[in-house]
Nanobody, 123 residues
Framework: VQLQASGGGSVQARGSLRLSCAAS????????MAWFRQAPGKEREFVSV????????DYRDSVKGRFTISRDNAKNTVYLQMNSLLPEDTAVYYC?????????????????WGQGTQVTVSS
């Protein structure tokens, strides 16, 4: 499966963005889907994950209550709605797909990665 992330941009603090991850080559419902991010000079970190049919989600603590992950399997797309953005959310955001039967935060369980989309939040 090929993943294409989009929707990044530059916003001021407390603004919002919605990231999209479009899948092609295979139906996205075959995978748990996650978002990771990587800021300059830092390691890639888990942001959020959603199970294959959307019944289970997980978020890193710093984004709980601000970010919402969702998926539309009919459109083969996964979303990350980001509200109340903070400067520390600035990073390149990557979507990833895992064929594992349960959701994971560890990137080693993800088989497919999109190219990343830049999110910049200014104070």
């Amino acid at each position: 499966v090929q993943l294409q992330a989009s929707g990044g941009g530059s916003v001021q603090a407390r603004g919002s963005l919605r990231l999209s991850c479009a899948a092609s080559g295979r139906t996205v419902s075959s995978y748990a889907m996650a978002w990771f991010r990587q800021a300059p000079g830092k390691e890639r970190e888990f942001v959020s994950v959603i199970s294959r049919y959307g019944g289970t989600t997980d978020y890193r603590d710093s984004v709980k209550g601000r970010f919402t992950i969702s998926r539309d399997n009919a459109k083969n797309t996964v979303y990350l709605q980001m509200n109340s953005l903070l400067p520390e959310d600035t990073a390149v955001y990557y979507c990833a797909g895992s064929s594992a039967s349960i959701i994971y935060r560890n990137p080693q369980y993800y088989d497919y990665w999109g190219q990343g989309t830049q999110v910049t939040v200014s104070s």
